[in-house]
């Protein structure tokens, strides 16, 4: 999602975690392993990240407070299993949301109070998505997830969060790993940091030097140019804009019906309310053509009568919190990968900017984040003998997956607007469409046919990483999602029962994706194929985990689709996505330098 040309008329919230009050130089350290650009939800997300795996990160956030309004909300099921892997606490997570009820529907209607033309249900309800996963989807207001996730990342021990510390670029230095038997010269990153004081009143500017980069800093990322890095377009073509006005605003509105999104659909356009908290957190949306209509026409008045139509009655309680113009405008950076400093990548709506339809912005950060971060794990621990190869598999793999979710972001973003087209006719009224049996139906088609907008699992979950590195275009429609073991798929998740644990308390039901903790690739067998319950190739450590000893599959349907009921073995990569599948342990062996081996990828 890109919230871009933002003017914000209300308040902005403090972290409460990061003062800005008596900043210094010295607040900022002379060095760290990881410098992240940007303290959004990706950019906190990838200090987490790395600090699983022992590496310090700073993270750099040039605005001293957080912006209002709350953006994107739903974290959709392939996120939550990531959140999940990173063992941060889900329940409280999901607290400060919607409940599963109040998530389980979209609504469009003439207005709250008017005539409701159809209800589509989302993924919270859908059988498919619960038997897909071990966690459905949920809603949360990007503030309070980001909330979450920097409390977090600061019990770690390994993550600096700077505040009104702002990122101006950075030049490379020759440097070397002393602590590798035989030393590996690489390039330091020296980047030039702007340390703002309250206010903005004075600025110190000061250095910090890392071995790697990540850059989460949004739309409008500075990092792109200075990494040069490109940003087209998606699929090459012309820029396409629209632009939005939004209001969020405190009312109880809990009377009407359960809802995560309320499409209000009239003659005179189209508007959409986003539910955070029914009883007083919502945003209301509506498109606008400036050429038509000035930005200075959407004042408080203007937003708060929008406000009253869309809900069909004047709201007693209304109280605005704030109101921001935005625009979106699909385009995809050219790589992750900086060509002029190696070890520096772009991730989140750096890397790709879609239209909020669909909710896959923020998600696809949360997957580009999990991808890069076991890498940088590998090649710290030298689990490959060229980094450049493995590093460049981030964009080959995640930028097949951002053109996709792009593609069907702006696909929902056009089809939304394009069911009001098609529904209203010029001097006709929502309630004499109604009326007539022939326009009542076109309405509920059109509606129906709006249904990959919200059942996307197949892009959410079937997306494969294709082979050698490159990205398979996500077979099959966006919805239909079909669980199988395919190499650069997702591990599919079934629930089994652990026939042994290393830690009291373990629980014996598990996610099969819970036996891929991120630290190690993980080989699954067939019974009796090894006794081995753990291996070293090549420095590289495997978790063996074997059907009959280390779990039991009681219904049987994920061992015969796992290919598990011949001899046979899955090899899984740290990031829950297989490699490929062997009928050997000598084939392990093959299979796994040839993946990490750039002589053989």
């Not at 980001?146 to 977090?152: F, S, T």
């Not at 020296?190 to 340390?195: E, K, M």
Request: proline residues 5%.
């Amino acid at each position: 999602m890109a919230l871009t040309d933002s003017i914000d008329h209300g308040p902005r919230f403090p972290h409460g975690v990061a003062s800005n009050e008596n900043l210094q130089a010295g607040d900022l350290p002379e060095s760290t392993k990881v410098l992240i650009v940007g303290g959004g939800p990706v950019g906190i997300l990838s200090a987490i990240a790395v600090a699983r795996y022992g590496l310090e990160s700073v993270v750099l956030e040039r605005h001293a407070t957080r912006l209002g309004q709350p953006k994107a909300h739903v974290i959709n099921q392939r996120s939550v299993e990531i959140l999940r892997q990173y063992q941060l606490d889900l329940t409280s997570l999901k607290e400060l949301g919607l409940s599963d009820e109040e998530s389980r529907t979209v609504t469009f209607a003439s207005s709250m109070n008017g005539i409701e033309y159809g209800v589509l249900e989302t993924s919270v309800s859908d059988a498919q998505s619960k038997a897909a996963s071990p966690k459905t989807m949920f809603n949360v207001a990007q503030p309070l997830l980001e909330e979450h996730l920097l409390r977090a990342a600061l019990k770690t021990g390994k993550v600096k969060y700077l505040r009104s510390h702002e990122w101006e670029g950075c030049t490379t230095l020759e440097g070397e790993d002393e602590e590798e038997d035989h030393p590996v010269t690489f390039k330091q990153i020296r980047s030039t940091v702007n340390i703002h004081g309250v206010g903005g009143t004075s600025t110190q500017r000061s250095i910090i030097t890392s071995e790697y980069l990540i850059a989460c800093d949004g739309a409008h990322a500075r990092s792109r140019d200075v990494l040069k890095i490109p940003f087209y377009p998606l699929n090459g073509g012309p820029e396409v804009v629209l632009h939005y006005a939004s209001v969020h605003f405190s009312a109880d509105l809990s009377h009407f019906r359960p809802g995560l999104l309320w499409f209000i659909l009239n003659p005179a356009g189209i508007g959409i309310f986003i539910a955070y908290n029914r009883k007083n957190s919502w945003v209301f949306s509506v498109q606008y053509d400036p050429d038509i209509i000035p930005r200075a026409t959407f004042t408080s008045e203007f937003m708060k009568e929008q406000v009253f139509k869309a809900v069909g009655t004047v709201v007693d309680d209304y109280k605005e919190i704030g109101i921001t113009l935005w625009k979106t405008s699909p385009k995809i950076a050219e790589s992750y990968r900086s060509p002029r400093v190696p070890r520096a990548f772009l991730a989140g709506d750096a890397a790709h900017s879609f239209p909020p339809t669909g909710g896959l912005g923020l998600n696809t950060g949360i997957a580009d984040i999990q991808n890069l971060a076991w890498k940088i794990n590998a090649v710290e621990r030298g689990w490959t003998p060229d980094e450049n190869l493995l590093f460049d598999t981030v964009s080959s793999e995640r930028l097949a997956v951002a053109h996709d979710n792009s593609k069907q972001s702006k696909l929902n973003e056009e089809n939304i607007h394009r069911l009001v087209r098609t529904i209203f006719r010029p001097g006709t009224t929502a309630e004499q469409l109604w009326a007539d049996p022939k326009s009542r139906k076109d309405i509920q088609d059109a509606i129906e046919r709006q249904r990959d907008h919200f059942h996307s699992l197949n892009l959410v979950l079937g997306y494969a990483y294709g082979p050698k590195g490159g990205g398979d275009q996500v077979r099959r429609g966006p919805s239909d999602y079909q669980k199988e073991c395919v190499p650069g798929g997702r591990l599919p998740h079934e629930w089994v029962k652990r026939l042994k644990t290393d830690h009291a308390g373990d629980r014996d039901r598990v996610s099969t994706l819970d036996f891929v903790n991120g630290h190690e690739f993980v080989l699954f067998t067939s019974p009796g194929l090894t006794t081995e319950q753990k291996l070293d190739i090549r420095g590289v450590p495997v978790l063996v985990v074997q059907l009959g000893r280390e779990f039991v599959d009681s219904v049987g349907e994920w061992t015969g689709m796992m290919g598990l009921r011949q001899t046979a073995a899955v090899l899984v990569r740290p990031d829950q996505h297989i490699v490929d599948s062997v009928t050997n342990m000598r084939g392990v062996a093959e299979l796994l330098t040839g993946y990490l081996n750039p002589t053989k990828i």
